[in-house]
């Protein structure tokens, strides 16, 4: 769990920087927030962003996870009877590979899909834990990834810490 958790949250760190770094405003905006939450302090630490609500921070990580899901390819299912799912038969025991990257840039359930906007997340109707699917980078319902509750705040300290200290 504790390799899972890191690596997904490396992937994750690579591309939100990388995608921060081409979107100066929105950079901007959370290290002004980062900031004025933090001012005068040395060291950041977990209980200093619970304690703060920094509500972009996590917007810009929906993002980033949204266009760069650390696992693509969720976890194949077996499907138990046959069934059907948007006009397609899937036979029983057939595997089922859900491509977390593809749902992320769908035009169908993303507006300018391509696009690195996290404020896309602001009315907070999705969340982290796939209840919508059209947003599942640590998969869904009770075979989600159990690292989650260790990589969400991992990134969130890094994160926090980088645009804190450097611009």
Known sequence: MFAGGTG???STMDWGMSKLMLNHMVMKELQGQLREAFRGKEVITEADLQASNLRYLRLVIKGALRLHPPAPLLVPRESIHDCQL???TIPAKSQVIINAFAIGCDPMYWKDAE???PERFADGAID???????FLPFGSGRR???GFNYGLP????????????FD
């Open 8 to 10: 997904t949250s490396a």
């Open 86 to 88: 948007n006009g397609y």
């Open 115 to 117: 696009q690195f906007m």
């Open 128 to 134: 982290f834990t796939g209840s919508s699917y059209e």
């Open 144 to 146: 989600m990834f159990p």
């Open 154 to 165: 991992s990134m969130e300290l890094t994160f926090a810490g980088l645009l804190y200290y």
